[in-house]
T-cell receptor, first 114, second 113 residues
Framework: AQTVTQSQPEMSVQEAETVTLSCTYD???????LFWYKQPPSRQMILVIR??????QNATENRFSVNFQKAAKSFSLKISDSQLGDTAMYFC???????????FGAGTILRVKS | KAGVTQTPRYLIKTRGQQVTLSCSPI?????VSWYQQTPGQGLQFLFE???????NKGNFPGRFSGRQFSNSRSEMNVSTLELGDSALYLC????????????FGPGTRLTVL
């Protein structure tokens, strides 16, 4: 069975600064996908970024980028130029290839301060 | 395109009752998955439906069931409610391909008294 670990329950960052959220996972699969979702106070789960395990290039989406280290089974999220609207719970999630369920970590609460 | 919609948004029930939650996927999406979110257990997969068939099921008791209609809308039902069933129930849809990303609805907050 796959497991996802987020070791930082809470983090805070000043507006305009950069912050990195950590995620490690455990799997014996070679084909899989990794995701970061954010859940703001509205509780709507929003996709932030997705990474295919077979791709060596790290995914980026505007101010969001990942550092995917397949051998180390690490998948961190970097948020640049943090904005107040980035305040949310961030979940790291795993899905195996040809799979249909997401396995989530416990989440990291990120607070952006002005 | 409109996003995933879930109804109702909030629900209060008492122990022993049953409840039905509804999810309408993004237009064109054929797969619907359900997740339960609680403070203690986090986010847990309930089941996934594709083309009216259950493709996968999580580790939940038989009181939790679901179905999908020909228009891809899905319902989940919980019978004989227990206090521990209080949770945010999230529905996610995707195209149906194995590589497709899941997009979530706003959730239904169920409170069991």
């Amino acid at each position: 069975a796959q497991t996802v670990t987020q070791s930082q329950p809470e983090m805070s960052v000043q507006e305009a600064e950069t912050v990195t959220l950590s995620c490690t996972y455990d799997t014996s699969e070679n084909n899989y996908y990794l995701f970061w979702y954010k859940q703001p106070p509205s509780r709507q789960m929003i996709l932030v970024i997705r990474q295919e395990a077979y791709k060596q290039q790290n995914a980026t989406e505007n101010r969001f980028s990942v550092n995917f280290q397949k051998a180390a089974k690490s998948f961190s999220l970097k948020i640049s130029d943090s904005q107040l609207g980035d305040t949310a719970m961030y979940f790291c999630a795993f899905m195996k290839g040809y799979g249909n369920k997401l396995v989530f970590g416990a989440g990291t609460i990120l607070r952006v301060k002005s | 395109k409109a996003g995933v919609t879930q109804t109702p948004r909030y629900l209060i029930k008492t122990r022993g009752q049953q409840v039905t939650l509804s999810c309408s996927p993004i237009s064109g999406h054929r797969s619907v998955s359900w997740y339960q979110q609680t403070p203690g257990q986090g986010l847990q997969f309930l089941f996934e439906y594709f083309s009216e068939t259950q493709r996968n099921k999580g580790n939940f008791p038989g009181r939790f069931s679901g179905r999908q209609f020909s228009n891809s809308r899905s319902e989940m039902n919980v019978s004989t409610l227990e206090l521990g069933d209080s949770a945010l129930y999230l529905c996610a849809s995707r195209g149906g391909g194995w590589t497709d990303t899941q997009y979530f609805g706003p959730g239904t907050r169920l409170t069991v008294l």
